[in-house]
């Protein structure tokens, strides 16, 4: 009952978040609506029992790269392209692509649960408690090679985004 | 109206955040919005893999998004620094603008 009301607010304030932030004119006010966006993502994760991608959300996304987002909007001047026309000419493909995706989805929507037969849960499993703990113990165990790849990865990152913001490349 | 939550609604949300990402993608000129959207799209994936985790029981679903958002967080710092070069060179901020490769 009250999982179903927060379940509500909660994609309530990531829809309108997104269709705000692909919709406005003004970068800063689209930057400020993808935070509610993305806040309301964290929400979600949150009653999905998701503790620590939760608190991963806030941080990272709305502390990181949403203020890595405004830093580059006030370094580039972007009045001249808020006065322009903001959608490009391919705009009716876009909408045809989204049209023909979101017609199949409420055709399968429409046909009830019968079409949204999922395998159930497997009864063995453990419950998911003390969250962060038990990702901890699976992500330096099972997937410590992946882990260690990501690093490079995001020393690659690192090395990139200076290289291409140096004054002469 | 409180019908309890499935994973399907996590499903079809997911779905939902997706389509409005796919249209700032392909819609929009301004290539800090497009970048904003594929930040959506990634979230979008991000709900399917941790409903999918929640459902199945496993938290290898809950890995995987925090790689999803490790790529993201490198994808969003080498988008913008890329997005800096190109105003400092072109002047613009407008995708089909940029269009030196272009026939």
């Given at each position: 009952?009250?999982?179903?009301?927060?379940?509500?607010?909660?994609?309530?304030?990531?829809?309108?978040?997104?269709?705000?932030?692909?919709?406005?004119?003004?970068a800063?006010?689209?930057a400020?609506?993808?935070?509610?966006?993305?806040?309301?993502?964290?929400?979600?994760?949150?009653?999905?029992?998701?503790?620590?991608?939760?608190?991963?959300?806030?941080?990272?996304?709305?502390?990181g790269i949403m203020v890595l987002f405004l830093f580059v909007i006030m370094l580039v001047n972007l009045?001249e392209a808020?006065?322009?026309?903001?959608?490009?000419?391919?705009?009716?493909?876009?909408?045809?692509?989204?049209?023909?995706?979101?017609?199949?989805?409420?055709?399968?929507?429409?046909?009830?649960?019968?079409?949204?037969?999922?395998?159930?849960?497997?009864?063995?499993?453990?419950?998911?408690?003390?969250?962060?703990?038990?990702?901890?113990?699976?992500?330096?165990?099972?997937?410590?090679?992946?882990?260690?790849?990501a690093s490079v990865l995001l020393l690659v990152a690192i090395v990139g985004s200076v290289v291409m913001a140096k004054k002469r490349i | 109206?409180?019908?309890?939550?499935?994973?399907?609604?996590?499903?079809?949300?997911?779905?939902?955040?997706?389509?409005?990402?796919?249209?700032?993608?392909?819609?929009?000129?301004n290539i800090v919005i497009i970048l904003m959207?594929i930040e959506?799209?990634?979230?979008?994936?991000?709900?399917?893999?941790?409903?999918?985790?929640?459902?199945?029981?496993?938290?290898?679903?809950?890995?995987?998004?925090?790689?999803?958002?490790t790529v993201a967080v490198a994808e969003a710092a080498v988008g913008l620094g890329i997005l800096i070069a190109l105003f400092r060179n072109k002047e613009t901020v407008l995708a089909?603008e940029v269009d030196l490769l272009?026939?």
């Amino acid at each position: 009952m009250i999982d179903t009301l927060f379940f509500y607010a909660f994609a309530f304030l990531t829809l309108v978040g997104a269709i705000l932030t692909v919709t406005r004119r003004s970068a800063v006010h689209s930057a400020m609506a993808l935070i509610v966006s993305l806040t309301g993502v964290a929400g979600l994760y949150l009653l999905q029992k998701a503790e620590f991608l939760f608190a991963v959300q806030i941080v990272l996304y709305v502390g990181g790269i949403m203020v890595l987002f405004l830093f580059v909007i006030m370094l580039v001047n972007l009045d001249e392209a808020a006065r322009q026309r903001q959608f490009n000419k391919q705009w009716w493909l876009a909408l045809a692509c989204v049209a023909g995706v979101g017609g199949l989805v409420s055709y399968f929507i429409r046909q009830g649960s019968e079409a949204f037969r999922l395998p159930p849960p497997p009864r063995a499993a453990p419950i998911l408690e003390g969250n962060t703990e038990r990702l901890a113990d699976v992500l330096f165990s099972e997937y410590l090679l992946p882990f260690e790849v990501a690093s490079v990865l995001l020393l690659v990152a690192i090395v990139g985004s200076v290289v291409m913001a140096k004054k002469r490349i | 109206m409180f019908h309890p939550i499935t994973t399907v609604h996590y499903l079809v949300l997911s779905a939902a955040l997706l389509l409005i990402g796919t249209i700032g993608v392909l819609a929009r000129r301004n290539i800090v919005i497009i970048l904003m959207s594929i930040e959506l799209i990634l979230n979008a994936v991000n709900i399917n893999l941790i409903a999918f985790s929640r459902h199945l029981e496993n938290l290898g679903g809950q890995i995987f998004a925090i790689f999803v958002i490790t790529v993201a967080v490198a994808e969003a710092a080498v988008g913008l620094g890329i997005l800096i070069a190109l105003f400092r060179n072109k002047e613009t901020v407008l995708a089909d603008e940029v269009d030196l490769l272009k026939w």
